[in-house]
Nanobody, 118 residues
């Protein structure tokens, strides 16, 4: 089992920055990919970014490319999402998630609220 604790959300003005953290514990050796998702009110959850736990290959949704950066610190078993140039439309609950080599994301954090105001 893997436990994820995501933190770092808050209220920020448009154009500002936030850094989210996701600390993994438990059977972290089983993690293959870690990702960040978000869900805004009335909308479906969407993938924001993901990183290969071993190779550091990354993927970003088009809506955040050039503004968000996902990174990892294996020694701390932590993944970060640096969010710059935030927009009002980035407002959502952000969740980190982890998956093994096979299967879908099966481990989820509790979510952290990001609110971007004008």
């Amino acid at each position: 089992q893997v436990q994820l604790a995501d933190t770092g959300g808050g209220l920020v003005q448009a154009g500002g920055s936030l850094r989210l953290s996701c600390a993994a514990s438990g059977l972290t050796s089983s993690i293959y990919i870690m990702g960040w998702f978000r869900q805004a009110p009335g909308k479906e959850r969407e993938s924001v970014a993901r990183i290969n736990w071993r190779s550091s290959n990354t993927y970003y949704a088009d809506s955040v490319k050039g503004r968000f950066t996902i990174s990892r610190d294996n020694a701390r078993n932590t993944v970060y999402l640096q969010m710059n140039s935030l927009k009002v439309e980035d407002t959502a609950v952000y969740y980190c998630a982890a998956k093994k080599v096979v299967g879908s994301y099966e481990y989820w954090g509790q979510g952290t609220q990001v609110t971007v105001s004008l």
